[in-house]
């Protein structure tokens, strides 16, 4: 009694959770922190083609669907690090903040212009999210993979959007994304060169997300659709759409093969086959 209690850490492995230079990352989120409640001209807001708006509002309700579970796994897997790594816990805090914000200012644009909340997504991405085992394999699964997809999608929605206020968001949460992106490619890097299985558990944790994403860019109609309309300008043009889907999904693959090699992963010879049948090669 009256003794002092620790916390319910199970990871203390600084290959398990390291990035270099990851104090300076928390000091950069910190800068660049927005709140959708004032940094957003919402009275800008303009009314624009009924299947635009839903088109807007549907990518708004399945990306804040990925925020939600990005916030809950990542606070999930931070009370577990050892306080130690004290400067990484306070970066994946800024993560888990930005995710919540994702949400919340995703959530008040579906439902701020007459749209209002679309279908939820597949979820078949979360398979290795939920799955993960230790916080490499989350964090490669999150902010290695799926960010790699994210970040590319989100500056083209800031680039095409019809309304300043859509493009202002997009371009705030790219910005975001790619921080995310750096502190996964950074805690890849590390874990490639200080711990002594990284290969072979990599191995694992690759197959399992990158299965996971191609099997929802695949079959989530839900996000493909939206989007393919809002690429053509229209549900008229979206089989215009669906080919400039197709030249987003060959970028965003580059994108994710450049993240491996910057971190030392060589891996393109095993990166699931869905991904680049989504990205325009034979099946």
């Given amino acids: 009694p009256g003794a002092y209690a620790p916390g319910s850490y199970s990871v203390y492995d600084k290959s398990e959770v390291w990035a270099e230079d990851v104090d300076l990352m928390?000091?950069?989120?910190?800068?660049?922190?927005?709140?959708?409640?004032?940094?957003?001209?919402?009275?800008?807001?303009?009314?624009?083609?009924?299947?635009?708006?839903?088109?807007?509002?549907?990518?708004?309700?399945i990306f804040a669907q990925h925020g939600l579970t990005e916030s809950k796994?990542?606070?999930?897997?931070?009370?577990?690090?050892?306080?130690?790594?004290?400067?990484?816990?306070?970066?994946?805090?800024?993560?888990?903040?930005?995710?919540?914000?994702?949400?919340?200012?995703?959530?008040?644009r579906a439902l701020s212009n007459g749209g209002g909340l679309g279908q939820a997504g597949l979820g078949t991405l979360y398979r290795a999210w939920f799955g993960a085992l230790k916080f490499t394999e989350l964090a490669v699964a999150i902010d290695v993979v799926y960010k790699s997809y994210e970040v590319v999608l989100f500056e083209k929605l800031a680039e095409i959007l019809p309304l300043a206020v859509d493009r202002d968001i997009f371009a705030r949460?790219?910005?975001?994304?790619h921080r995310h992106l750096e502190y996964g490619k950074r805690h890849l890097?590390?874990?490639?060169?200080?711990?002594?299985?990284?290969?072979?558990?990599?191995?694992?944790?690759?197959?399992?997300a990158e299965a996971a994403l191609a099997n929802e860019l695949e079959y989530s109609t839900q996000e493909s659709e939206p989007i393919?309309?809002?690429l053509g300008g229209g549900v008229e043009n979206i089989q215009q759409g669906?080919?400039?889907?197709?030249?987003?999904?060959?970028?965003?693959?580059?994108?994710?093969?450049?993240?491996?090699?910057?971190a030392g992963v060589d891996r393109l010879a095993s990166i699931n086959r869905g991904l680049f049948i989504q990205a325009g090669a034979p099946a």
């Avoid at 800068?31 to 807001?45: F, G, H, N, S």
């Avoid at 897997?77 to 995703?106: C, P």
């Avoid at 669906?242 to 910057?262: C, G, P, S, T």
Wanted: hydrophobic residues 40%; charged residues 30%.
């Fill in 173 to 177: 949460l790219a910005v975001d994304s």
């Fill in 242 to 262: 669906k080919a400039k889907l197709r030249e987003i999904r060959e970028a965003q693959l580059r994108a994710y093969v450049a993240i491996l090699d910057e």
């Fill in 189 to 208: 890097k590390y874990y490639v060169q200080h711990h002594p299985n990284a290969r072979e558990y990599l191995n694992h944790f690759f197959n399992r």
């Fill in 73 to 108: 796994l990542l606070a999930q897997w931070e009370e577990k690090i050892a306080y130690g790594f004290h400067d990484m816990k306070n970066f994946v805090a800024t993560q888990i903040f930005d995710s919540g914000r994702k949400v919340e200012v995703l959530r008040k």
């Fill in 26 to 61: 928390y000091e950069e989120a910190i800068r660049e922190r927005w709140a959708p409640a004032t940094d957003i001209d919402w009275k800008a807001l303009e009314a624009q083609p009924d299947d635009i708006e839903r088109a807007v509002c549907q990518v708004c309700t």
């Fill in 228 to 230: 393919a309309v809002l």
